[in-house]
């Protein structure tokens, strides 16, 4: 095909092709054209009603465009947001959540502050919930992720089996206690794409959205 018909081939298909809004628009005018032309001599239409009918118009062709832009910024969020996620796969991130697992002699996990702390607590528990170990993470000058380590030590002085336990947390500052979360660390096996967006399949942790992510290990 030449250049000739392409574009010929081009204008002809953006000629016959018409948008929901446009084909709305000659709708409403033809029909306020015939409105027009069979009003009664006696009662003709008054100005006011025709404004009213065409700020109808603009309001419906207003909206429409809305949601075509709304659209199209929606498409591109997904998309780029697709890319981000899949570029985490194989990495480990936090999220919320209590688990630890610990596997050769090492388990990784987390806090999320919403401040500067002088105090911050970390108690790990075994399968029945008893606290096993204690760990004094001291003072924290600012709010973000705070990642630690456990070695499998306890308390009583003998090392932890490999397996999986939970911990909890707690914050404070001056003598008063204050938000902590408790971050999980996993690794991202894949994703899941679907209407709402990107989901991160975490080992051990399950499937994760992806703002749910405090930080990239």
Same mark, same amino acid.
Request: hydrophobic fraction near 40%; glycine fraction near 10%.
């Given at each position: ?32 054209? !015939? $409105? ?9 239409? +008054?100005? #006011?009603? *025709?404004?009213?009918?065409? /700020?109808? =118009? ?55 502050? !919403? $401040? ?9 528990? +075994?399968? #029945?919930? *008893?606290?096993?170990?204690? /760990?004094? =993470? ?78 990239? =290990?």
């Amino acid at each position: 095909m030449s250049t000739i018909d392409a574009v010929t081939s081009g204008a002809t298909a953006a000629t016959a092709k018409k948008t929901t809004t446009q084909e709305s628009q000659d709708r409403f005018l033809k029909l306020l054209v !015939t $409105q027009m032309k069979n009003q009664d001599p006696l009662n003709p239409l +008054d100005n #006011a009603e *025709v404004t009213s009918q065409m /700020a109808q =118009l603009s309001t419906v062709t207003g909206i429409e465009k809305l949601n075509e832009t709304v659209k199209v910024l929606s498409d591109s969020f997904l998309a780029g947001q697709s890319l981000q996620a899949a570029g985490l796969v194989g990495h480990a991130v936090m999220i919320p959540g209590n688990k630890l697992e610990l596997s050769s002699g090492a388990a990784y996990a987390g806090v999320d502050l !919403t $401040q500067a702390v002088d105090k911050l607590t970390v108690k790990i528990k +075994d399968a #029945a919930g *008893v606290v096993i170990h204690t /760990a004094e =993470l001291g003072a924290q000058d600012a709010p973000g992720s705070i990642p630690f380590q456990w070695d499998g030590a306890t308390d009583s002085g003998v090392k932890a089996p490999n397996g999986s336990y939970t911990f909890a947390v707690t914050a404070e500052q001056g003598g008063k206690k204050v938000d902590a979360v408790a971050l999980a660390v996993g690794q991202v096996a894949s994703v899941s794409l679907g209407i709402q967006g990107a989901t991160l399949n975490v080992v051990g942790l399950g499937p994760v959205s992806l703002s749910q992510v405090k930080q990239i =290990l």
